[in-house]
């Protein structure tokens, strides 16, 4: 049996990891500038980062291939990020990959 560690607490991943399982819902509210990302989408940065749509730090406009690539993904997906099991870019630039998540989205859920 193998086990993995979450990265964003270092925990083991069903067994004393208390992150969400599941990617952040973006706030419609606080984010009216941003169109209308499906919920389930991953923006995939250059820098290998996952992001969801609403990050704070990013606005809406600087999300375009070929700089930029997304995804839809299941849920539970988000909290599974990582080198190990790294989530490609099905639209925009699909040679992106992401290996890692943003803190300031993984804050926010």
Same mark, same amino acid.
């Given at each position: 049996m193998t086990t993995s560690r979450c990265d964003h607490c270092? +925990? %083991?991943i069903g067994a004393g990891c208390a992150?969400? /399982?599941?990617?952040?819902?973006r706030k419609i509210a606080a984010h009216p500038d941003w169109g209308n990302w499906d919920p389930?989408?991953? +923006? %995939?940065?250059p820098t290998q980062y996952a992001h969801i /749509?609403?990050?704070t730090h990013l606005s809406e406009s600087e999300i375009k291939a070929p700089r930029w690539g997304w995804t839809?993904?299941?849920?539970?997906?988000?909290?599974?990020i990582s080198s190990s099991q790294p989530v490609r870019a099905t639209a925009g630039n699909t040679?992106?990959?992401a290996t890692r998540r943003c803190q300031t989205c993984n804050?926010?859920?």
């Open positions: 270092d +925990l %083991i992150c969400s /399982p599941q990617p952040p819902q389930n989408t991953i +923006l %995939i940065s /749509p609403g990050c839809t993904v299941a849920t539970g997906t988000w909290s599974r040679d992106r990959v804050e926010s859920a």
